[in-house]
């Protein structure tokens, strides 16, 4: 018999991640396997230079449930990519491989606890979220890209680089052809076409801390990050993304 369609498949894009993955994985391992409904867990390993690709195997050798995909394109928005088009459950949730948000924040974003929408975004700004020990110039430069996003790309979202996102697979894969974008600003792209195609996106309040060993360089990713989403905004001038499937 074959088994049952997975509601659930976890995205984890990883790059050099071999010392965080030994403390997350079993983490998600333990939530995901106390769950009633059936899952699948694709580590999409980017170009790593470490031992994650050797650290994720080893998991995976025991756990049927967990794939291992290599992208070698580099870039998160590559990663996940890679990973959501080889994805097969009915909801696609991206998730950093540092679990900033603890995993059992997952349940926010499915059935029942949150239904008929078409993208989920974790919000660490909404009435309800909490960030832990994040550094206050960090917090700044965060709200800072925000309003760039909110005034050239995607007003009325304050928090679309939120690590973690869920979607419904045929939306993922109706818009990820048009994707152009592998670098940071990769999310605040999909969500652009999500919406010039008139899906229906929701965002999640979530609990949030933060990591000392961020893979994010606050002032030259910030400054690249910018020029991308100013590239979003002549893509969608020029009609780049009107191919994407309604």
Not at 43 to 56: C, F, G, K, M, Y
Not at 61 to 84: F, H
Not at 98 to 114: C, G, N, Q, R, W
Not at 183 to 205: K, T
């Amino acid at each position: 018999m074959s088994a049952p369609q997975p509601l659930l498949s976890l995205i984890i894009p990883a790059y050099n991640e071999g010392e965080r993955l030994p403390t997350t994985l079993p983490q998600v391992f333990a939530f995901l396997e106390a769950q009633t409904y059936p899952f699948e867990i694709i580590l999409v390993n980017n170009n790593s230079r470490d031992n994650t690709r050797e650290i994720a195997l080893e998991f995976a050798a025991t756990r049927p449930y967990l794939r291992v995909i290599d992208e070698m394109t580099q870039g998160k928005g590559a990663a996940v990519r890679t990973g959501m088009l080889a994805a097969t459950g009915e909801y696609l949730f991206m998730a950093d491989a540092d679990f900033s948000m603890p995993v059992e924040e997952i349940a926010k974003f499915l059935p029942p606890h949150m239904e008929g929408y078409d993208v989920a975004i974790g919000n660490r700004e909404a009435p309800g979220a909490r960030r832990y020990n994040e550094p206050a110039y960090r917090h700044f430069m965060g709200r800072v890209f925000n309003f760039y996003v909110k005034v050239l790309a995607i007003p009325g979202f304050e928090d679309t680089q939120c690590g973690f996102k869920c979607f419904r697979r045929e939306v993922a894969w109706n818009i990820l052809p048009c994707q152009t974008i592998d670098g940071w600003a990769f999310d605040v792209e999909l969500l652009f076409i999500a919406l010039r195609h008139g899906y229906h996106i929701v965002e999640v309040p979530i609990n949030w801390y933060y990591g000392e060993n961020s893979r994010v360089s606050p002032v030259r990713d910030t400054i690249n990050m910018i020029r991308e989403v100013l590239r979003i905004r002549y893509n969608g001038f020029t009609g780049r993304y009107d191919s994407a499937r309604p």
